[in-house]
């Protein structure tokens, strides 16, 4: 079946660092896949997308690029701000999916300090 | 925002107790879904809706019902609540299949002592 695994968490980084979530998913055909965010006490939040293999998402800083080579979705920011501590979830959905459903990550926890 | 709610946000109950949680939408959106989040584990789904009274099982289904009378609600049912079913329980929404993404409610935190 689908699967999608992150690296573990946390991961803690000072103010104005290089960040990279790694993500790699199982599927057949051609899913599409998202980075979901979870701040403190709230629910998930739509990230950033790519619907077919080598587009690139991008939101508020992030980017993540489909490889469907390595089956990868790494989430990367250039310099992280403590106001990006939160959980990032990895998540795919399978190309024939008449319930729209997404098979998530295990999630990883991100610590930005000043 | 997505304008969805939940209720209630925090719950305790004990073994045994039947417990109905409720997500509100009014998006008029016709996927819902209500998962579970526990460490490690992302968030697993376990049933979902694509339509009034119309609804499927998910992933962890064992030990919850659903029911949907009305496109803005959907119900998630612990007929007798275990203490392995102490989550955080998310409601999310999706307009009809294809490219659309999920919204989700703030969550309810639910304890089973």
């Known amino acids: 079946g689908d699967s999608v695994t992150q690296m573990e968490g946390p991961v803690t980084l000072s103010e104005e660092a290089f960040l990279t979530i790694n993500c790699t998913y199982t599927?057949?055909?051609?899913?599409?896949l998202f980075w979901y965010v979870q701040y403190p006490g709230e629910g998930l939040q739509l990230l950033l997308k790519a619907t077919k293999a080598d587009d690139k998402g991008s939101n508020k800083g992030f980017e993540a690029t489909y490889r469907k080579e390595t089956t990868s979705f790494h989430l990367e920011k250039g310099s992280v701000q403590v106001s990006d501590s939160a959980v990032y979830f990895c998540a795919l959905r399978r190309s024939y999916n008449a319930g729209n459903m997404l098979t998530f990550g295990g999630g990883t926890r991100l610590m930005v300090k000043p | 925002d997505a304008g969805i709610t939940q209720s209630p946000r925090h719950k305790v109950t004990e073994t045994g107790t039947p417990v109905t949680l409720r997500c509100h939408q009014t998006?008029?959106?016709?996927?819902m879904y209500w998962y579970r989040q526990d460490p490690g584990h992302g968030l697993r789904l376990i049933h979902y809706?694509?339509?009034?009274?119309?609804?499927d099982k998910g992933e962890v289904s064992d030990g919850y019902s659903v029911s949907r009378s009305k496109t803005e609600d959907f119900l998630l049912t612990l007929e007798s609540a275990t203490s392995s079913q102490t989550s955080v329980y998310f409601c999310a929404i999706s307009e009809t299949s294809g490219h659309n993404e999920q919204f989700f409610g703030p969550g309810t935190r639910l304890t089973v002592l």
């Open positions: 809706s694509y339509g009034v009274k119309d609804t």
């Open positions: 998006e008029n959106h016709r996927y």
């Open positions: 599927a057949t055909g051609y899913p599409s």
